[in-house]
């Protein structure tokens, strides 16, 4: 039975897990991967819904645009690259290492709505942002025939 005290925290988590579900079944993760990859770490993103396109913004701190790679295949748009950890001093003591290094790939699957022909992608202060246009609905046409 379910309690009728109020659980702020619990209910936004309830929320936000919803919301994760609707993407992810909008934006399946591609299934397939080279098995011989390892990856090291992945970036978080963001996607949206905009006038006229979508918007897939990854959190990529400390790298460059000469890191990353972008692209799509068979209506799969993948982000790829590798963040280099930096040199470690041997003179320093380290008592926390948080931050994650090495390769990272994400695939999305877009849906048929979205044009894969006109993607633009931007790297600004560690964020990609990665816009796909929405396809131009068809105005349904009739076209009157003639009955002789």
Known sequence: ????????????????????????????????????????????????????????????????????????????????????QESEDKDQKYHRVERSYGRFQRSFTLPANLDPEDIKAKFTHGVLTVSIPKVKEVEPKEVQISVE
């Not at 993103?45 to 790679?69: C, F, K, N, W, Y």
Request: no cysteine; hydrophobic share 40%.
């Open 1 to 84: 039975m379910r309690s009728l005290a109020r659980r702020p925290i619990q209910d936004l988590f309830s929320i936000h897990n919803d919301i994760n579900r609707f993407f992810d079944q909008w934006y399946r993760p591609a299934r397939y991967r080279a098995e011989s990859e390892t990856l090291d770490w992945m970036p978080v993103v963001d996607i949206l819904e905009a006038d006229g396109h979508v918007e897939i913004r990854a959190e990529m701190p400390g790298l460059s645009e000469q890191d990353v790679q972008v692209s799509v295949t068979d209506d799969v748009l993948t982000l790829k690259g590798e963040k280099t």
